[in-house]
């Protein structure tokens, strides 16, 4: 034997796994009822009742849906199916990502999702990345995956010219050095193409009507089988071949489709010579520790992207780049928020106030867990849009429609944690922090029930705003921001209480109105926004101007907690506060 396989025997890796998308034809919920849940509870049946049997899968958002559904003597076995290598779990991502749409923070913050959920449950992270479905692949994701810990990657659509190429070249396995995110050498990634697609062999897909195998035709189905494992064999360097048996949501019956892999592993292997063949349940670790012990194989390398993929000359897969453009712009406005959210309690919940806080360990199993609880359902829900048939539009409206549900309701609890964060930063100071909403508000001259002093001044029919502007990035900005007034007689003010440039425009009811309104006005300013920090900023409303002008404050300013950060994320564009008067900024 040369590298665990006798001499003219061509090791054949079968991959048992179930592709399962977290909404396409289906809602996310639908596809776990109908589909996913008998599934993984028939995949560990057949698991536990034989040892030898392999199973990998991906989707985390899906298992996490199953696993918390099972008693604790289930999840006990369960543990023992990873513990012993027989259930891996690969890519390990919340879901499988596409390649071509999401910003690549967002792409590690759903693979982090994930990855911790498995870690915290079984003490494993994935070693291998599994994108087998997206429709082309980045340069960037060889790196980033690299960075984040992977040993290899297995990818699946490219374009078929390429993909003939490299077959014929024997470039089906490479290392990949994709775009340079200054890792160096150190970001290559071995890169393993699937021959052909990653379905089970044509004619050994028994939930679609294949023929079984039986006593009496078990020899036949296994010659046709070891010669289309011997046929892909010509496409890699190494006599170990990976053999995917499953598809989309495949193993709903497992007892039958490991009951025809068992017949056919046992009659090959029972003549190996015969069948120029060995064949084996594997995992994705068992078939690359393999291909890295073949002596005297050097691989290719290439540096270049997969992009446009195209499965035939008439079918370039592009129009997903802009199809849906509102959910691609609602991906990046949830990232944005959930950036500020993660960043505002990390910075909040490092540094406790003990006047506020007098008993910081009750605070702690009771306020900061149910934060914390808010922000993995928010991370949850942003992370379900970034599969290749979510943020690609792809998928049916019913399901678009459950998306855009999941990232309002994502949206919406980001922000409320954003301001109940700022609120608890604000607190910190000797003045009553403002109230603070994320609401849309027009500024009144009128104030009600107002005690914080801060907010009113002296004269009659003026009422001073504060609005409370944060910054997740970790450099200085500048921004336009808008506020929607109810005077024309009203003036900018920074937190030292000098007048800022503003520029006041006339509001329109509608497209068809002819005469602007005289109850509501656009008030524009440029704000200067700390790094990684918050900044507060006077909206002074009259209900007439001064006479004379007077350009001072009349009101005590309150300092902003803001302390230093990380980059990366986006600004969070709406936050007002008045103490139960309240108010919000739009970001133009």
């Known amino acids: 034997e040369v590298d665990g396989v006798r001499a003219g025997v061509v090791h054949g890796h079968i991959i048992a796994h179930s592709h399962c998308d977290p909404g396409w034809l289906d809602t996310f919920e639908s596809y776990y009822t109908k589909d996913v849940n008998r599934i993984l509870t028939g995949v560990m049946n057949e698991l536990l009742a034989d040892s030898t049997r392999r199973f990998v899968w991906s989707e985390s958002s899906f298992f996490h849906r199953w696993y918390e559904t099972l008693s604790q003597e289930r999840k006990r076995k369960f543990k023992k199916l990873v513990d012993n290598g027989q259930l891996e779990f690969v890519g390990g991502g919340w879901a499988q ?47 980033v995956f690299a960075l984040m810990g992977y040993d290899a990657l297995v990818i699946n659509r490219i374009h078929f010219r390429i993909k003939a190429q490299f077959k014929q070249k024997k470039h089906m396995e490479f290392i990949w050095r994709g775009s340079d995110v200054g890792g160096g050498s150190g970001t290559d990634m071995f890169t393993h193409v699937l021959h052909t697609h990653y379905s089970a062999p044509r004619g050994f897909d028994w939930e679609e009507g294949s023929p ?93 992207d997969f992009y446009p993929y195209a499965d035939n000359d008439d079918s370039y897969w592009t129009g997903y780049f802009t199809t849906r453009p509102f959910l691609k712009e609602a991906s990046r406005s949830v990232a944005a928020a959930q950036r500020s959210a993660e960043m505002l309690h990390a910075l ?111 004269n009659s029919g003026e009422v001073v705003r504060p609005v409370v502007l944060f910054n997740s990035l970790a450099w200085p900005r500048k921004e336009l921001v808008t506020v929607r007034v109810g005077s024309k007689y009203s003036i900018v003010l920074d937190h030292r209480g000098e007048p800022v440039a503003a520029q006041l425009d006339s509001v329109f009811s509608d497209f068809s109105a002819t005469e602007p309104r005289t109850d509501e ?68």
């Not at 009659?267 to 005297?296: H, M, P, W």
């Open 212 to 304: 079984r195998v039986s006593p009496t035709n078990v020899a036949q189905r296994a010659q046709v089988l070891c010669n289309e494992i011997k046929q892909r064999r010509n496409a890699y360097r190494t006599d170990h071949v990976l053999v995917p048996f499953g598809d989309d949501f495949k193993f709903k019956n497992a007892q039958l489709q490991f009951s025809m892999m068992d017949q056919l592993i046992r009659e090959i292997n029972r003549d190996e010579k015969r069948y120029g063949c060995r064949l084996s349940y594997s995992t994705l670790s068992d078939y690359f520790n393999a291909v890295k012990a073949a002596q005297g194989v050097k691989h290719p390398v290439v540096t270049s």
């Open 348 to 458: 909040v919940r490092s540094n406790p106030n003990p006047a506020d806080e007098p008993n910081p360990e009750a605070l702690s199993t009771t306020f900061w867990e149910d934060q914390y609880r808010s922000l993995f359902l928010a991370r949850t829900d942003s992370a379900l849009f970034l599969p290749h048939d979510a943020i690609t539009g792809t998928a049916r409206a019913s399901v678009v429609a459950d998306y855009l549900t999941r990232m309002n309701r994502a949206t919406n609890e980001l922000k409320r944690m954003i301001r109940v964060f700022l609120q608890r930063a604000l607190q910190r100071q000797p003045n009553p922090a403002p109230l603070l909403t994320h609401d849309a508000y027009v500024l009144s001259a009128t104030s009600s029930n107002n005690n914080n002093n801060n907010n009113n001044n002296k």
């Open 97 to 143: 990502h596409d390649e071509a749409n999401p910003d690549y923070v967002a792409i590690m913050n759903q693979i982090t999702t994930g990855h911790q959920y498995l870690l915290n449950n079984f003490g494993v992270v994935p070693r291998i990345a599994w994108q087998i479905d997206p429709f082309g692949h980045s340069a960037v994701s060889p790196s």
């Open 521 to 588: 006005f656009d008030l524009h300013f440029v704000a200067d926004l700390p790094p990684s920090g918050a900044v507060v900023y006077f909206v002074r409303v009259a209900t007439q101007p001064r006479s004379p002008p007077d350009t001072s404050t009349e009101y005590s300013v309150t300092t902003v907690y803001s302390a230093q950060g990380s980059n990366g994320g986006g600004l969070l564009g709406a936050l007002r506060g008045g103490a139960t008067s309240t108010s919000t900024v739009k970001q133009e």
